[in-house]
């Protein structure tokens, strides 16, 4: 894992995050040579949307109701 002090992660952040961005690789910010912190890049969003599309199947009618309206309670009265 790449380690970098925390002077020289001050002077070059912007590109420290770029790297890590692209990279995906963390890196160790150390001061005086020990560990401080980590920079970790964040989680592969997923667009979800769609991610289904194509995979469902249609059994039968739609819009027909699956009973006749006469044996709905509901109507009844």
């Given at each position: 894992m790449?380690?970098i002090a925390a002077g020289?992660?001050?002077?070059?952040c912007?590109?420290l995050?770029?790297?890590v961005?692209?990279?995906?690789?963390?890196i160790?910010?150390?001061k005086?040579?020990v560990?401080?912190a980590?920079?970790?890049?964040l989680?592969v969003?997923?667009?979800w949307?769609?991610?289904?599309?194509g995979?469902?199947?249609?059994?039968?009618?739609?819009l027909t109701?699956?009973t006749?309206p006469?044996?709905?309670e509901?109507?009844?009265d």
């Open positions: 790449r380690q020289q992660f001050k002077q070059t912007l590109k995050l770029e790297d961005r692209e990279t995906r690789e963390p160790v910010i150390t005086r040579g560990p401080v980590q920079l970790v890049p989680p969003e997923s667009d949307r769609g991610a289904m599309a995979t469902g199947v249609i059994h039968g009618d739609l109701p699956a006749d006469e044996e709905w509901v109507l009844g």
